[in-house]
């Protein structure tokens, strides 16, 4: 697993603290509730996400260094999956973020368990998503 930012890793510790999947999802919401607002106006069909069952938007500030997303969804779980895979990618360039192992990321916090099929693929194209449109930023 590439490096871990402070923040990133103090999720981690929080979540490896759990002992339980109740204490893990109660978590998983308070990180949702921080997850940075996307602005109404930004969730347009060019900013959704395909390959999620749930409705999700990104959007690449390309003014920004070192990169930053924003991301929206309707689904509470998946808004504090969502805010945890931002902060696993927070700090990193675009051939590290590339690099990512997303599955390996949520099997050290504790949730791949939970983690339907369907929800692990929308974890995976949003991972693509942000792929893509940071190679066409470059």
């Known amino acids: ?26 978590l998983l919401l308070q990180w949702g509730n921080q997850l940075e607002q996307l602005p109404q ?8 996400v395909h390959g999620c069952e749930t409705r999700v938007w990104l959007v690449l500030n390309q003014q920004s260094t070192p990169w930053h997303f924003q991301v929206a969804s ?3 779980l998946l808004r504090g999956l969502l805010a945890l895979l931002l902060l696993r990618i927070a700090g ?41 449109r940071l190679a066409a930023a470059l």
């Open 1 to 26: 697993m590439n490096a871990l930012s402070p923040a990133a890793q103090a999720a981690l510790t929080e979540f490896q603290a759990c002992k339980s999947w109740e204490q893990r999802a109660r």
């Open 41 to 48: 106006a930004q969730c347009t069909p060019e900013t959704l």
């Open 74 to 76: 309707e689904a509470r």
């Open 92 to 132: 990193l360039d675009a051939a590290h973020i590339s690099a990512v192992d997303i599955q390996q990321w949520f099997e050290h916090l504790g949730l791949s368990r939970q983690l339907s099929p369907s929800r692990s693929n929308g974890l995976n194209a949003v991972l693509q998503t942000m792929q893509q």
